[in-house]
C-alpha cells in the first residue's frame, strides 16, 4: 500500500514537472513564432545578407533547439543568431527588465584598438593603455568575439560593434558569462610588463561615473580637466555646440535627435557666430552622431552645399501594415499616413517603392551657408542620419571627410517608420525600422555591406589613447597649418 501511494506520488511529480516543461517550451516557441513572423512579413531587406534558404534553415534549427532547458536569456542569445545573420543596425534586441537584475559589472573601462582591449581610464592603478589579455580564465579575443552579436550593424562593419561594446562591455559580458562578482585579469602595462590582478565587481552607477574620465574622450588635447564637467560640456551634449582652435571653428553635432525647428534654429545662431569669426575653416564633428531626424541631416548639409544635392535613390516596404500589431507597444509614426498613404499607389513585386524623395525640396544650399574649407570628422558611432551627412561629405569634392568608417551603411540601410515590440512571455523587447533606403551614391569602390570610408583613415592610435590625443581633429589641425 505505501509502495502504491509512493508510485502514485512520483507520477504526479514527474507529470506536473513534465507539464511545467512542455508549458515553458510552449511559450518560448509561441515568442519565436511571433518574432520569426515579424521579420519574414514585415523587414524590408531580410536577404541582402543572407538567403532565403539559409535563412529559413537558420529558423528551423533554432525553433529545434528551444527545449525544457532553454531560458529567456538563452532565446534572446537564439534570436540574436539571427538577427545577426541579417546585419541591419536598425533592428535591435534588448531582453528582459527582469534579466537585468544584478548590479554587478566589470569594472574596467575598455577601448577596442585593432582588435585588442586596453584601458581607458588608471583606475585601480592599471595605466592608461594597459593591454587586457584574460579575464577569469578566457582570453580577450575570444571574449570580444562572443560580444559581438550584442552589438547590431549594418552589413560587415565593424567598427560600431567595437564602440557600442566598449560603451556596454560590462552589460554585455554578463550577459554572456553570467553573473559575476570578482574577475581575474590579465595583462600587459604599456612598458611590457605582464601583471595579474584581482577585482570586485561594481555597480552600473559607479561605473557610468567614471565613464566621464575616459582618456579617449581627449580632455587633455583640450587642455581641460577630465571629468564630469568636461563630460557635460564636449561629449554629452545634444544640442549642436562649436568651439575654436586656431581660428577654426568646430561645429560639434552629437545628434540629430532634436525637435526640427529648435535644430534649425540652433544652426542659425551658430552659423552667424561662425561668420562673425571670420573663421575661414570648419570642422564638422560627427564622431558621435546617433543620428534619428533626417530632416535635421539635411538642414546641416544645406549650411555646407554650393549646389543642389539629393539624399535617397529610393524608399521601400514590404507591408503596407504592420505585422503581429498586437505584440506592439510604441508606433513612432502614424501607420495610416505613413505606410498606406505614402506608399499604397506604389506597388513592386514582394514591396512598395518610391523613387522620389519628398525632402528634396529642402536640399537646396542656404544663402548664409559656411562658405570657407571644410572637414567632416565621423566614426563608428556615425549612425542612421549621421551617416546620411557623412555620406554627402564624401560624395562632395569640397569637402575632407576623416576618421574611420561609419557605423551606418553606404550604400543601403533600414531606418524610418521604427515599431517597438515586446513578446508577450519572455518580455523579450525588439524594434524594427520598417522601410529600406537606397541612398545616393558616388563612390562605386566602396563594397556592399561597408559603412561609409572615409576619405583619409586616421584611427585611434595605441600612443594616442595613452597621451589622450585626438588624432584626426590633430591631423586636420595640422593640415590647416601647412
Known sequence: MKYALFLISFLCMYCSVLGQDSLRIAKAKEDFSIFKNILKQGHPNLHAY?????????????????????????????????????????????????????DEYFPLLLKIINTELYTDTDDYGIPVGAKITNINGVSTSVILEKLKKYAATDGYNLTKKH??????????????????????????????????MDLDAESFTTIKYRNTKRNSYFAKYHNQENGMAFFEHYINPKMPFVYYKDKTAILVVHSFGIEVTAFKSRLITLFKAIKKSRAKHLIVDIRHND??????????????AKTPFKEIKSASVSSLSIP????????????????????????????????????????????????????????????????????????????????????????????????????????????????????YTQDTTAKIGSGVPPERYIPLSLQDLIAGRDAPLDYVLQLIKK
Open 163 to 196: 564602440r557600442d561594446i566598449e560603451l556596454q562591455f560590462g552589460i554585455y559580458y554578463t550577459y554572456e558569462y553570467g553573473i559575476t562578482k570578482q574577475f581575474s585579469i590579465q595583462y600587459i602595462e604599456p612598458n611590457g610588463t605582464a601583471k595579474h
Open 291 to 304: 543620428g534619428r531626424s533626417r530632416p535635421n541631416a539635411v538642414a546641416l548639409y544645406s549650411f555646407l
Open 324 to 439: 503581429e500589431r498586437s505584440y506592439a507597444t510604441h508606433v513612432v509614426l502614424d501607420e495610416e499616413r505613413f505606410l498606406k498613404e505614402k506608399f499604397y499607389n506604389h506597388p513592386q513585386y514582394d514591396s512598395w517603392k518610391l523613387d522620389f524623395d519628398d525632402l528634396e525640396i529642402f536640399m537646396v544650399p542656404r544663402r548664409d551657408r559656411f562658405k570657407g574649407k571644410i572637414y567632416v570628422l565621423a566614426g563608428g558611432s556615425t549612425f542612421a542620419a549621421g551617416t546620411t551627412f557623412a555620406i554627402h561629405a564624401k560624395d562632395d569634392p569640397e569637402i575632407l571627410l576623416i576618421g574611420e568608417e561609419t557605423g551606418g551603411g553606404y550604400h543601403t540601410s533600414t531606418g524610418n517608420f521604427p515599431v517597438y515590440y515586446e513578446f508577450p512571455n519572455t518580455k523579450i523587447m525588439m524594434v524594427l525600422s520598417m522601410q529600406k533606403t537606397d541612398n
Open 50 to 102: 543572407i538567403s532565403q534558404d539559409s535563412l529559413t534553415t537558420l529558423f528551423e534549427t533554432t525553433e529545434t533547439e528551444i527545449d525544457s532547458t532553454t531560458s529567456d536569456l538563452e532565446l534572446y542569445k537564439k534570436m540574436l543568431r539571427i538577427t545577426n545573420a541579417i546585419k541591419d543596425g536598425h533592428l535591435v534586441l534588448f531582453p528582459s527588465n527582469a534579466m537585468n537584475v544584478a
